[in-house]
């Protein structure tokens, strides 16, 4: 439905976007997921042919959204970050505007908007001036000029920001209907939310897209999304031999507990094995009790933040690295083999010390929006 081919954005020296590239198929509501300033709206802003890329392209049903702009965005509803609502006009008249804009015939006019406004269940309002109305049902009718003429994408930029938990759960439910006749993408910096609504997540960091799976399976990618955590009584070369006996752990670890010959081991275990009872019957046969048996599965956020967080990282080494070449390039009698060996060591350091706690809203784009040249498009 829709092809997007290392599509890249670039604000001056800032690339907003950097070549990314996916696919949308039909019938499905994807996430674009992404910590502030990672490139999700700018890369809406592409999608709908709001802003113009640098490079790359846009293909909405074969249509791409440069070259042939009005049949491609005859096929899409949006709802940008600030929905586009005039203040003054009610509900029914901004409605009638938008369709006469989508160029949607009479004959089908009224009876279209009835049964949008009927779908986001603004009927009773109808009459009310925008400007009167809470910002819940503000964005009920933003989304209402975005299902209007019945596109067959209807893409929605942080479609719940700012609106309180109940509005929060019925936009939710509102989007949820929608995949019954539409294609959804919606934009989000929040977990729950893309887990809640979404069957694909498309997770973006530094305008890269660093992850594309349902929200099941991001949860397992997580990096010791499967482990096994457990409280063991018995000699610590004991209990290694017994568990190394058992197929399918990648990793063990035994650290001391605070009381006496007990261990706390961590293992990390293959992709979806589970091997509770081979660990049992293997430390029966060492004579080593188990005390205590967890199993744990990474959140949806935690791999969100070992995913944007590996990104950090690797765009730091980068920069590190490039740093260090000037640097060895600059000084002619530096010997550069031992500089790039004492680099290479304290990247690895700093890896490890990196603590995947950090807030997701931590990881900020350097630039301050500025006006957009093309936001004369509504
Ligand atoms: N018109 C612009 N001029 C210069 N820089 C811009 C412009 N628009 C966006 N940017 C920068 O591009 C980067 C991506 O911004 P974008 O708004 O796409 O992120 P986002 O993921 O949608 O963030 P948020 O969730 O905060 O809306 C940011 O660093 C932002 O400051």
Redesign the pocket.
């Known amino acids: 439905m829709i092809e997007v081919n290392n599509l890249v954005?670039r604000?001056?020296d800032?690339k907003?976007?950097d070549h990314l590239s996916f696919s949308i198929e039909k019938g499905k509501i994807y996430g674009f997921l992404?910590?502030?300033?990672?490139?999700?709206?700018?890369?809406?802003?592409m999608i709908t042919g709001y802003?113009a890329s640098t490079e790359g392209s846009v293909v909405i049903d074969g249509h791409d959204i440069l070259e042939e702009p009005e049949e491609a965005k005859k096929c899409i509803g949006y709802l940008p970050?600030q929905p586009p609502l005039y203040f003054d006009m009610t509900v029914l008249e901004y409605l009638r505007f938008v369709a006469d804009l989508k160029k949607i015939p009479r004959a089908k006019k009224m009876s279209m908007i009835e049964e949008v406004m009927d779908m986001v269940k603004i009927t009773d309002m109808k009459h009310r001036l925008i400007k009167n109305l809470s910002k819940g049902y503000r964005q009920r009718v933003g989304i209402a000029q975005a299902v209007l003429g019945y596109p067959e994408v209807i893409i929605l930029?942080?479609p719940t920001v700012g609106l309180d938990p109940k509005q929060i759960n019925e936009i939710r439910e509102l989007i949820k209907g929608l995949k019954k006749k539409h294609t959804v993408i919606l934009?989000s910096?929040i977990l729950s939310e893309v887990s809640a609504v979404c069957d694909y997540v498309l997770i973006?960091s530094h305008?890269k897209l660093v992850a594309s799976d349902t929200p099941e399976n991001l949860a397992k990618l997580a990096a010791g999304s499967n482990n096994l955590n457990m409280l063991i009584k018995g000699n610590r070369s004991e209990i290694q031999n017994a568990l190394a006996e058992v197929e399918g752990i990648k990793q063990i670890k035994l650290e001391k507990s605070s009381e006496e010959n007990i261990w706390n081991a961590s293992l990390t275990l293959d992709e979806n094995k589970d091997i509770r009872e081979a660990v049992f019957y293997s430390m029966v046969k060492a004579d080593c009790p188990i005390l205590e048996m967890k199993t744990k599965r990474a959140s949806l956020e935690e791999v969100f933040l070992e995913l944007t967080e590996n990104e950090k990282q690797d765009q730091a080494k980068d920069e590190k690295t490039d740093k260090k070449s000037e640097a060895a390039i600059s000084d002619a009698d530096m010997d550069t083999d031992t500089e790039t060996d004492i680099a290479a060591e304290k990247d690895t350091e700093s890896v490890a010390d990196v603590d995947i706690e950090t807030s997701a809203g931590s990881v900020?784009?350097?630039?301050?929006?500025?006006?957009?040249?093309d936001d004369s498009r509504l």
């Open positions: 954005k604000y001056g800032h907003a976007v992404g910590p502030n300033g990672a490139g999700k709206s700018t890369t809406m802003n802003i970050e930029d942080e934009s910096h973006i305008g900020n784009g350097p630039a301050e929006k500025e006006e957009n040249p």
